[in-house]
């Protein structure tokens, strides 16, 4: 500081040292005026807020990221516009929140009117869909019948009693010409077998599928029946020590009998294994035994893998599987199908007839609505690889499910409304499937 003739007052002061330039000049209170050199340097001593501030400057300044981050988090303007990013947060979760119980409130309001109506009568088929909706369980048949019925209320009509929609119509599988008729795919595979592993080792190892395998044959406890087991490419993931029994069946000789070979390298001591040629659509009379249901051998868990695009009526197969399910018994199924993009799909479709000829499988169809049509409860259902892999286990209708399925959301957080719907949607499927 520059200070010219300064003058300082000191009644009150004891002794007071001031740094002047570069001289330590001491005077006491008794002298009453002190009058500087002109041009003479005085340099205050900084108080502790100075020395904090220019502390903080210097951090703002820093080189280091944390510390200027640091630096930056204290200051006033992030404070406060963090507080104003607080309210807006605040606000946002206020709009949300109560979007959020209005719409939940709406679901609970219709459910509670449809249920009413169930009681009284059959509810009508787009009541069935908004429960499903509701649920967020809708394929692509179901979004179909939906938006149809929106654009007749859009019209005007507000009543569907009596009203149901012509099923075939909105049916992907039947409708969409790029997904070929089904056929009897034996012959194609008595000849692929011997080149079947190899020509797919490749395929399965870009996309990981080893781990979807895993997952499929983790279900497999007690007496096991595995459909379309093709050359076995499942047995690698096969515990033994949770199965009783295994049967594999397959409508392809040469297929199956590189299965059995697999199955006796790997297994060489488990014995409770058999091997039967015949396709999964006549399941019922291979089971039968004297054509006496209570004779019937049944399972504890049927697993198929990529079997459904190759079968002639996949839809009678899934049927016979739950016919053929013990109490409690699980179907478990690792499948390809139509994905959950458009993009994806159209390359399927694109492809349709390329791929029935080299792998005699129909890789385009709507497994959902396989699944729908053959009347199976899903107790699980995922998809990978853009959606075009299923993973799916189910049950018998009216098997519960047990305390390991009840996931942890469906148990502890899922609202009363989540447990009614499915209730509601469950007794509105018996219904449809009697
Ligand atoms: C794509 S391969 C899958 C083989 C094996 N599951 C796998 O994951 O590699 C399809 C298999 O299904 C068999 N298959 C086709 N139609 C069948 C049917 N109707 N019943 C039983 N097996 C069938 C074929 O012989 C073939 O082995």
């Not at 080189?63 to 104003?84: E, P, V």
């Not at 390329?354 to 049509?373: A, F, P, S, Y």
Request: hydrophobic share 30%; with cysteine.
């Amino acid at each position: 500081m520059m200070i010219r003739n300064l003058v300082v007052k000191c009644h009150r002061l004891g002794p007071v040292t001031f740094k002047v330039g570069f001289n330590f000049v001491r005077f006491s209170s008794n002298s009453h005026t002190y009058i500087s050199k002109p041009n003479t340097r005085v340099r205050k001593v900084k108080t502790k807020e100075e020395i904090a501030n220019e502390l903080f400057e210097r951090q703002l300044k820093s080189d280091n990221r944390l510390i200027r981050w640091g630096a930056i988090a204290r200051s006033d303007k992030f404070r406060k516009g963090m507080t104003k990013y607080l309210i807006g947060l605040y606000v946002i979760f206020l709009i949300y929140g109560g979007s959020f119980m209005k719409e939940l409130y709406g679901k609970e309001k219709e459910l509670e009117t449809i249920q009413a109506k169930e009681t009284t009568g059959n509810i009508n088929e787009y009541e069935q869909l908004r429960m499903k909706s509701m649920t967020g369980k809708l394929r692509t048949r179901d979004k179909l019948k939906l938006e149809k019925y929106e654009e007749m209320k859009k019209e005007g009509k507000d009543n569907f009693d009596g009203v149901e929609l012509d099923g075939e119509e909105y049916e992907i599988n039947n409708k969409n010409k790029h997904i070929l008729p089904a056929r009897d795919t034996t012959e194609f595979y008595e000849g692929k077998a011997v080149d079947y592993d190899k020509e797919v080792n490749f395929e399965e190892r870009m996309i990981f599928m080893g781990r979807r395998r895993k997952w499929l044959m983790r279900h497999c406890k007690g007496d096991v029946l595995e459909v379309s087991c093709g050359t076995g490419r499942n047995i690698k993931y096969l515990d033994p020590s949770q199965v009783h029994s295994i049967t594999y069946i397959d409508s392809s000789k040469n297929m199956i009998e590189l299965s059995q070979e697999k199955f006796k390298e790997r297994f060489p001591k488990f014995a409770n294994a058999a091997f039967v040629v015949g396709k999964a659509e006549d399941l019922l009379n291979l089971a039968s035994r004297n054509d006496e249901e209570s004779k019937t051998v049944k399972y504890d868990t049927i697993v198929e893998s990529f079997g459904l695009c190759s079968h002639e009526d996949p839809v009678k197969a899934l049927k016979n599987f739950a016919k053929l399910l013990k109490p409690g018994g699980r179907i478990v199924l690792l499948e390809h199908g139509r994905g959950e993009y458009d993009f994806i799909n159209k390359a399927l479709d694109d492809r349709a007839e390329k791929r029935l000829e080299t792998w005699g499988c129909r890789w385009n169809l709507d497994i959902g609505e396989l699944l729908d049509d053959s009347g199976l409860d899903i107790v699980d259902e995922s998809r990978t690889h853009l959606g075009t892999t299923w993973c799916i286990v189910a049950k018998k209708k009216g098997d519960s499910k047990s305390k390991e399925e009840i996931g942890f959301y469906e148990k502890y957080v899922s609202s009363g409304v989540q447990s009614k719907l499915e209730t509601a949607s469950n007794s509105s499927k018996h219904q449809q499937t009697k």
